[in-house]
């Protein structure tokens, strides 16, 4: 079965390319349903009247921010690690 698969694919596509690909859809996968679960558990905690809604926006302003910040840094550190200048 995995054979028609690899047969399929070009030469330049190895098996580490393969395993690369699925990783990262893994990990996609991972941090989608973990943002979903975030966001179920905040919005059950909202309705059972444990967080007001001046602590739940807060703590939304506050992922926003770290996910902000994260994406400033990581950028630049993806691309300068992928440089051929060195």
């Known amino acids: ?3 028609r698969f690899e047969e399929s694919l070009p030469p330049s596509v190895t098996k ?3 395993y690369r690909v699925v990783g990262w859809l893994l990990r ?6 973990l943002v979903a679960g975030v966001y179920s558990l905040l919005w059950v905690l909202e309705i059972a009247g444990v967080f ?8 939304w302003i ?4 770290m996910g902000s910040v994260f994406l400033i840094l990581a950028l ?8 051929t200048d060195r």
């Open 76 to 83: 630049p550190l993806y691309y300068a690690a992928r440089s």
């Open 28 to 33: 996609a996968y991972l941090a989608i349903v």
């Open 52 to 59: 007001p809604e001046r602590w739940l926006s807060t703590v």
């Open 16 to 18: 580490t390319t393969l």
């Open 62 to 65: 506050g992922i926003v921010a």
């Open 1 to 3: 079965m995995i054979g």
